[in-house]
């Protein structure tokens, strides 16, 4: 099925009969082939595409969009992310949206793991009860959109003269995040300073794997003019992260090592702040508790993302006026984005002003 004809599934399914009263709540669930602009690796895997789980939820005339990246470290993929959301499909129909805390605190108890499927429904519920309530998401929250931080843009893993290249392109962004944590560490690193001064953001995906190593390398990247590395060392090796702490002066920000709200007070000492992803907390509502978390425990937050539509980035973005840090570019590593939410210009991200995520067709 085309995307148009997923849209008009979406929004006339169930067929009614004549003169009842307005369909009923319907659900589609479709897995979405995203194509990279760039073969894209870090130190976990490399790709020319990535499969999305697409949830239409629709009611009373109006369709939310909800979309999860399943991520491979949580054995998810999209085939288990759209098993998940069909497994609460009765659930759905049935609920009352407009109690969605309930609705979602339900589906967290029923569904073991399955984080992507998870946030595909949370963000498909969000989006349909902005829509209702005639106001964006950043209002629900109670949030200014100009309060939105700079976007870091992405440069992944590649040879020194693709490195090179993909750094040109990104002329627009302000400050560009460089993933390492491989062998080639400083040829990249040295590649990017060749073509820009800008600060980098670096990210080595617990690509390090002792905590010598890390504070050597954490050291060479801040005269390189970096601000901050996100997950030197494998998640578990939180103690030997605290000790690396202790011999640096850029943050440490978690992300591999911080899923959910309730790991985040161990975390405390080891890192500086955490990085929030809808795909791994499983939606919105727990990336805000996550958020407020972190905030009240003096640690500083990031909003993160996987490669993924504008569903799931726009999401992320309409909670992003809370953050230090955003690295919301999932949107801008694909070719075939089918809808457009927010923008981002010259760095800085723009939400839309409508309704719920605010999205459109592409
Ligand atoms: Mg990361």
């Given at each position: 099925m085309n995307r148009r004809n997923f849209l008009m599934a979406a929004a006339v399914a169930p067929v009614a009969p004549?003169?009842?009263?307005?369909?009923g709540p319907s659900i589609e669930t479709k897995i979405l082939r995203l194509n990279l602009q760039h073969t894209w690796t870090t130190t976990m895997s490399s790709s020319q595409y990535r499969d999305t789980l697409h949830v239409a939820y629709a009611r009373d005339g109006i369709t939310g969009h909800g979309e999860g990246a399943p991520i491979v470290r949580y054995h998810e993929d999209a085939e288990s992310a759209r098993k998940a959301v069909e497994s609460v499909r009765g659930l759905l129909l049935s609920a009352n949206p407009m109690q969605f805390a309930k609705v979602m605190a339900e589906v967290f108890r029923r569904v073991p793991g399955e984080w992507a499927g998870k946030a595909a429904i949370d963000i498909a519920l969000m989006d349909w009860v902005g829509q209702k309530l005639g106001i964006p998401l950043y209002t629900y929250f109670g949030?200014?959109?100009?309060?939105t931080p700079l976007t870091t843009f992405s440069i992944g893993i590649d040879t020194p003269e693709i490195t090179k290249q993909k750094t040109r392109e990104a002329a627009d962004f302000p400050i560009l995040k460089v993933k390492v944590g491989l062998a080639t560490d400083e040829p990249t690193i040295e590649a990017v300073r060749s073509v820009t001064k800008k600060p980098l953001r670096v990210d080595a995906?617990?690509?390090?794997?002792?905590k010598e190593e890390a504070v050597r390398k954490i050291n060479w990247l801040e005269k390189m003019g970096v601000e901050f590395i996100e997950q030197p060392l494998p998640a578990e090796m939180i103690e030997e992260t605290r000790w690396v702490r202790g011999r640096v002066h850029i943050p440490i920000i978690a992300d591999e090592a911080c899923q959910r709200a309730s790991e985040i007070p161990k975390l405390k000492d080891a890192f500086d702040g955490v990085n929030v992803k809808l795909d791994k907390s499983g939606g919105l509502l727990e990336a805000y508790r996550m958020i407020q978390i972190a905030k009240a425990l003096g640690m500083k937050t990031m909003l993160g993302c996987m490669v993924s539509s504008s569903v799931s980035v726009t999401a992320a973005a309409h909670l992003s006026p809370l953050v230090d840090y955003a690295d919301l570019d999932g949107n801008l590593l694909i070719s075939n984005d089918p809808f457009r939410g927010v923008l981002v210009e010259k760095g800085k991200l723009v939400l839309p002003g409508r309704a719920g995520l605010g999205l459109r067709g592409a």
């Open positions: 004549a003169l009842a009263a307005p369909p949030l200014d959109p100009k309060d995906n617990e690509g390090w794997k002792d």
